[in-house]
């Protein structure tokens, strides 16, 4: 893709002296990973294509942007200093909040000297008699580095559906990805918000009291439920800085990476109106919650499932004035966690609104857009304002666009022609010293801490390698094979359907296979631990300098 110039903060052209680790995006992986990095003593460099730090928290800069983590679960928890030192202020903060954590972090540890901005990597080369990487940004500079980290993220690369005309239209048109650094004005605008994705549906309730009117293009609805999200309190501050270790205990442990407890029953276990008012209750929890405390077998058991999805309907009838605009909100063709669940907050009331309309994408399809507006099969609305909440190419976007050639110059992209193919999610075979921590097969949850395990990982590999005298490592076909349809045989029980983005299913031609690690954490915990125990048997170890080695 091409990035936008963004506000490079700081873009003097590198080096280059030859690097030991050169880490790719400046998010919440690649931000841990150069710190670890450097921690370890590596030389390390990190290029950024964006203007600031951040990752998606640079990126997507919409109005109503947060987490739908609780805060201080996905901050960093590598220093019990960082952690209190910085107080958040709502249990899931938004976009501004975060982004200035994530500077904080990065001057905190005086990081940004290590980091260059505005500097798409566009190829990356592997040289099989150095063992090096060449890593080229769009400007031309040349870095030449051991080991490559690519954290380029998974939700990085944004992805516009290609509607004929998309180019003619005349008004202002951002994706939420690509969100622009000064701030778009909305007061009294006729605008259209095309997706009602996790980021559609966040800044729908955010622009709608300041706009003129409102149209949202709905391709699927989703099955919304409330974000909860609160002020933390000043006791419940201390609290946290109170239990950090038996959080930290619980976070480095739990499958999903979250705090919330797992329900000891079975949605069938408990009388209609036992289940009902637990229903009420998990209405009323916190985010993620309402999937992961949720009853056992909600994704499971397709009765129990669809129990889930008729109390949510409810809801949203019970929300929603106009009855036909309900039944429009309501999915009909997929049950809970199918596809990515998103949290909302005011999001149905919204369409009470006099001023929001809704457009059903399935009822009446989009045929083009047109200078002024955007034409449907019922006729053209037109618009000041278009906002692409139209997500991203999942998993292996940012990978399959930075140029990357290993062995034999094979390129990634075509040794991934099928699907990606890995081992934990971290190495592909034919590309020595790479690695992609937060990247395709990673598990599911709450980010940073499963990304965070795979950069422990990644350098406690390099400081293994370093410690015992070798200087390339390769992970074995036999394992990246084994890895890979763990994965792809595992992914029929995941609850995600092929629906699912998780699957590549939003972008045409894309091959349609898990992007996820349908192990989840315990399974990616079990096979780290069993490397290190193995001391890397699934990997080949090496001397680069050795010339018998050189292409082995
Ligand atoms: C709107 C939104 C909300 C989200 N909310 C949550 C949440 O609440 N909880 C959660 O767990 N996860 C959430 N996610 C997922 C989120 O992506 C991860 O939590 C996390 O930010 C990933 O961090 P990362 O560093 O791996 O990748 P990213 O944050 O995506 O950073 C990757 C960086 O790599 C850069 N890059 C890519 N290609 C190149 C290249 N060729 N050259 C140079 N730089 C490049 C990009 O510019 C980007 O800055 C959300 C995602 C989105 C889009």
């Known amino acids: ?225 409330p974000l909860n999200n609160s002020p933390i309190s000043p006791e419940e501050q201390a609290r946290l800085r109170a239990d950090f270790d038996a959080m930290c205990e619980t976070l480095n442990t739990s499958a999903s990476g979250f705090l919330h407890p797992i329900h000891d029953r079975q949605t069938f276990d408990d009388p209609i109106h036992q289940r009902l008012a637990f229903f009420e209750s998990m209405w ?18 397709h009765a129990a499932n669809a129990l889930w999805c008729e109390f949510i309907a409810e809801k949203v009838r019970s929300i929603v004035r106009n009855p036909e605009t309900a039944e429009r909100l309501i999915p009909k063709d997929h049950l809970y966690a199918e596809k990515r669940p998103p949290f909302v907050t005011g999001y149905y009331e919204t369409y009470n609104n006099p001023n929001v309309s809704l457009v059903d994408l399935k009822q009446t399809p989009m045929v083009r857009l047109t200078q002024s507006g955007i034409e449907t099969s019922e006729g053209v609305r037109e618009f000041d304002v278009i906002v692409w909440a139209t997500g991203f190419d999942f998993g292996t976007g940012a990978l399959a666009r930075m140029g990357i050639r290993g062995r034999q110059d094979l390129a990634l992209e075509e040794h991934w022609a099928d699907g990606p193919k890995t081992f934990l999610g971290i190495q592909t075979a034919g590309f020595p010293n790479f690695f992609f921590p937060g990247g395709p097969h990673a598990a599911a949850g709450n980010n940073p801490r499963y990304n965070g395990d795979q950069v422990d990982f990644v350098t406690d590999t390099l400081i293994y390698l370093r410690d015992h005298g070798y200087d390339r490592i390769e992970v074995e ?40 690690n349908s192990g989840g954490r315990p399974k990616l915990f079990k096979e780290m631990r069993r490397v290190r125990d193995t001391e890397y048997e699934a990997f080949k170890l090496s001397r680069a300098s050795d010339p018998a080695e050189a292409t082995a």
């Open 1 to 225: 893709m091409t990035f936008p110039d963004t506000r490079p903060e700081q873009a003097a052209a590198g080096p280059t002296a030859d690097i030991d680790v050169l880490v790719v995006g400046a998010g919440v992986t690649g931000i841990y990973q150069l710190y670890r990095a450097l921690q370890a003593g590596f030389s390390a460099q990190l290029l950024e294509a964006g203007g600031g730090v951040g990752g998606t928290w640079f990126w997507n800069r919409y109005p109503g942007a947060r987490f739908d983590s609780e805060s201080y679960t996905y901050a960093y928890l590598f220093s019990q200093e960082l952690f209190e030192a910085w107080e958040w202020n709502e249990h899931f903060a938004e976009q501004p909040e975060i982004e200035r954590y994530l500077n904080h972090v990065v001057d905190r540890f005086d990081l940004r000297r290590h980091m260059r901005f505005g500097a798409p990597v566009t190829s990356s080369t592997y040289d099989e008699s150095s063992g090096m990487w060449t890593v080229v940004t769009d400007d031309g500079t040349e870095y030449r580095t051991r080991y490559f980290v690519a954290a380029t993220g998974v939700l990085s690369v944004p992805y516009f559906p290609d509607v004929p005309g998309r180019e003619d239209f005349r008004g202002e048109s951002h994706h939420t990805g690509l969100w622009p650094t000064v701030p778009v004005d909305f007061a009294g605008k006729r605008v259209a918000v095309i997706g009602t994705g996790s980021s559609g549906v966040q800044i729908i309730p955010a622009i709608a009291g300041e706009v003129a009117s409102l149209t949202v293009y709905q391709r699927s609805a989703n099955w919304c439920t």
């Open 477 to 516: 076909v036999a394992a990246e094979e084994r890895w890979t349809e763990m994965i792809d045989t595992g992914a029929v029980l995941s609850p995600f359907g092929e629906s699912s983005y998780y699957f590549g299913s939003n972008i045409p031609g894309k091959p349609r296979k898990y992007l996820l």
């Open 284 to 301: 009323r929890s916190p985010g993620f919650s309402k999937l992961t405390s949720n009853y056992t077998d909600l994704t499971v058991n």
